[in-house]
């Protein structure tokens, strides 16, 4: 309790004190979540759309790999990406292990089966004659679906939470590709387990807080969007 | 604008939807596509609106050719089955389809006060359109293809999922509301009384095939084979020449030329007179008894002779 206490407070002063490797942290686990995220939005939507909208064999295979995938481990993530950026891996050549981009790809890789179960769910309970409806009215396909995401806003805010809230939140795939290095891929979550490895509990407590209250600020902010035509 | 199918075919998943070698709706009529569910009337349709690619064959529309996946102001405006809404009110749906088609901001409010007030929902024009009544819902659905003003109009299945009260008051009303807004109309049904009440000429649609088509007294003077004839409300019955079809009401009690036998299954009263339900050999007819006759056994094998036929 007192650890909790005094995690609360230490929170409240690294953050009033304007700790400047805190808000490096915070800013980098940031910057690499919204990015990760971004990215899943722009492969996993349409993909979604395909799946929910799409007649073509093999449709539901995907759709459960898809399912699958959105329980997918991180750490066991983490490990695929690692193996495919180490040096003797296929894309060592690239030199990204350890790296942001490093830990970007991996939370793409987490996030996009998330977007993509999300996106599709949402498109399958709009009615199944709406872009047919949009198309006997002289709309072409791009207006055609983005007056389709519209009327699925609810689910695709969604989408866009469940991802966001997976990557910022993991710490497997973060460590394994990322490899935690002060200054360059520390994030909040693998900062929290250093810390803890290092007894340093109410720091560790605090950088919890931080990332709750970051994850929750973030998600207001969607939460507002999303019910803002309800 | 007139619209043309020729030689047209559709296949889907190795099955043959449609095949019509040849049909031409004219300008400024309205024609009920009728038959039974399966038969290919609702693909005809969305061929004619481009929503389908032919396997074979061409839809013209004032001779030019349909083409799947057009975009910008459209010749036709469809009104699915099942009502199609998108969240917001009843205005916004309409006016997304006017902007769609382009029509200035000016015109579009009074375009939509129009349609909504003629078609009976224009209390209901800023209500959710996702929680109208089913008949509202019909008549919003209705609005929204007939404010476009298209040069073709399809309606599939105008009057499903309406109660009965509904219905009736649409069956009144779609007339007047098709003369108003629409020039050449193309409907969808499977109920004859829809499509002789709403239509000037029939399209009899049968497994895919278009078995007869032209004005109504064309198409119901001459049934091309028992099938149709059994749609259009006869009573086909194998006579020792041939085979005769008997309009709905031809059946009267008694003897004669052309005369059968009736076993009686059911007497129904019906307030005024009794209503008879039975077979012919078989074939399920039914006779509406006059006045004051005296009711029948269950079983009774009552004689019936055929006031007018048509031969098969």
């Known amino acids: 309790m007192n650890d909790l206490r005094y995690g609360v407070a230490e929170a409240i002063r690294l953050l009033l004190a304007g700790d400047a490797e805190l808000y490096a942290v915070v800013s980098r686990t940031l910057a690499i979540s919204l990015l990760a995220t971004l990215l899943a939005m722009a492969v996993g939507v349409p993909l979604g759309y395909g799946l929910a909208r799409g007649k073509f064999p093999g449709r539901l295979v995907l759709l459960s790999a898809v399912n699958t995938g959105m329980g997918m481990p991180p750490v066991v993530v983490g490990l695929v990406v690692w193996l495919l950026l180490t040096r003797s891996g296929p894309l060592g050549s690239l030199d990204l292990i350890y790296t942001k981009p490093a830990m970007v790809l991996a939370q793409f890789v987490i996030a996009t089966p998330l977007v993509i179960g999300f996106t599709a769910a949402s498109i399958q309970a709009l009615p199944p004659q709406l872009p047919d409806l949009l198309a006997t009215l002289g709309a072409g396909r791009i207006r055609r679906l983005w007056i389709i995401s519209k009327e699925a806003q609810l689910g695709l805010v969604a989408a866009v939470m469940a991802g966001f809230g997976a990557v910022v939140s993991e710490v497997g795939a973060s460590m394994t590709v990322g490899g935690n290095l002060r200054g360059s891929t520390r994030v909040l979550t693998t900062a929290i387990v250093t810390e803890t490895g290092r007894g340093n509990v109410p720091v560790a407590l605090a950088l919890g807080l931080v990332l709750l209250a970051l994850a929750f600020a973030v998600n207001l902010l969607l939460t507002l969007i999303q019910q803002r035509q309800r | ?312």
Request: aromatic share 4%; hydrophobic share 45%.
């Open chain 2, 1 to 312: 604008m007139d619209v043309a199918v020729d030689q047209l075919l559709f296949i889907r998943d190795g099955r043959r939807v449609l095949d019509v070698p040849g049909l031409t709706f004219p300008t400024g009529s309205t024609t009920a596509l009728f038959g039974p569910n399966g038969s290919g009337k609702t693909t005809l349709i969305r061929l004619i609106a481009g929503l389908e690619r032919p396997t074979r064959g061409t839809v013209t529309l004032g001779g030019v050719a349909v083409k799947v996946g057009r975009v910008g102001v459209q010749p036709v405006g469809l009104a699915f089955q099942e009502p199609v809404f998108l969240r917001g009110s009843v205005r916004r749906n309409l006016d997304l389809a006017l902007r769609l088609r382009r029509v200035p901001a000016a015109d579009r409010v009074a375009r939509i006060e129009e349609a909504a007030r003629e078609c009976g929902v224009a209390h209901v024009l800023d209500r959710s359109a996702r929680q109208l009544s089913g008949g509202e819902a019909q008549r919003a659905n209705l609005a929204r293809a007939l404010a476009l003003r298209a040069p073709v109009t399809l309606l599939d299945e105008p009057l499903a999922g309406i109660d009965r009260i509904a219905r009736t008051q649409l069956l009144h009303d779609l007339p007047r509301l098709l003369a108003t807004f629409a020039a050449t109309t193309i409907l969808v049904t499977h109920d004859r009384e829809e499509a002789f009440r709403l239509a000037d000429r029939l399209v009899v649609m049968i497994g895919g095939m278009a078995r007869t088509a032209g004005t109504k007294a064309e198409v119901y003077s001459r049934p091309p084979d028992r099938e149709t004839a059994e749609l259009l409300g006869y009573t086909v019955l194998r006579t020792g020449g041939g085979t005769v079809a008997v309009p709905p009401g031809g059946l009267k009690p008694g003897g004669g030329e052309l005369s059968f036998t009736l076993v009686v299954e059911r007497v129904v009263d019906m307030g005024n007179h009794l209503h008879v339900l039975g077979t012919i050999a078989g074939a399920r007819t039914d006779l509406r008894l006059p006045t004051g006759a005296a009711r029948p056994t269950l079983g009774q094998e009552m004689p019936v002779v055929a006031a007018s036929h048509v031969p098969l």
